[in-house]
């Protein structure tokens, strides 16, 4: 069974860049996988960042982008604020089914 | 402006029922299809289950059989009616709007709780 990879933690410090991956565990990622992202923190709702590769949903900063890098999907915070620190997970659509989230990297701000 | 109003969580027992509500308005609620997703304390997010407009329901390996979605369209109404409840099924569940690739936007969760 073809699971979703993410890293399990990232720290960036702040004002600087961290690009977050999502492969998987058999073959890449491409834009037909329609990679989604969503930002958590602790006990809050998912909030959708990123659809379909690199489009921002409705509200989302610049300072967030997405992108595909060689053979994962990628997710960059350009610019980190201390209020980007909480968890990111990303989705893929396997084709066979509902969009499959990642176990999510917890992002740290120092 | 979308609005969500979730409902339903609690405490249930091993082999247990419990329905969940997940109330929304600010669309066309029959226009699209609905997702369950849930998070186990500590854990990532997990797909439940999925109802598009047209009725067709999807669900993920470890519900299949015990959980059902529905929708009363005319109420703008998203249900998870959960049976059989094992302690594995504790979690906050969300509901979700779906696009065909995509989770677009969140309502709050609802703690589900199974301990005897």
Not at chain 1, 60 to 71: A, E, K, Q, T
Not at chain 2, 1 to 9: A, N
Not at chain 2, 57 to 68: E, H, I, L
Not at chain 2, 99 to 113: I, M
Request: charge should be neutral.
């Amino acid at each position: 069974q073809t699971v979703v990879t993410q890293e399990p933690s990232f720290s960036v410090s702040p004002g600087g860049t961290v690009t977050l991956t999502c492969g998987l565990t058999s073959g890449s990622v491409s834009a037909s996988f329609y990679p989604s992202w969503y930002q958590q923190t602790p006990g809050q709702t998912p909030r959708t960042l990123i659809y379909n590769t690199n489009s921002r949903s409705s509200g989302v900063p610049d300072r967030f982008s997405g992108s595909i890098l060689g053979n994962k999907a990628a997710l960059t915070i350009t610019g980190a604020q201390a209020d980007d620190e909480c968890y990111y997970y990303c989705a893929l659509y396997l084709g066979s089914g509902m969009p499959v989230f990642g176990g999510g990297t917890k992002v740290t701000v120092l | 402006e979308v609005q969500w109003l979730v409902s339903g969580g609690g405490l249930a027992q091993p082999g247990g029922s419990l329905t969940l509500s997940c109330a929304v308005s600010g669309f066309t609620f029959s226009s699209y299809a609905m997702t369950w997703v849930r998070q186990a304390p500590g854990k990532g997010l997990e797909w439940v289950a999925t109802i598009r407009s047209d009725d067709t329901t999807f669900y993920a390996d470890s519900v299949k059989g015990r959980f059902t979605i529905s929708r009363d369209n005319s109420k703008n109404t998203l249900y998870l009616h959960l049976h059989s409840l094992r302690a594995e099924d504790t979690a906050m569940y969300y509901c979700a709007r779906h696009y065909t690739f995509y989770y677009e936007s969140w309502g709050q969760g609802t703690l589900v709780t199974v301990s005897s």
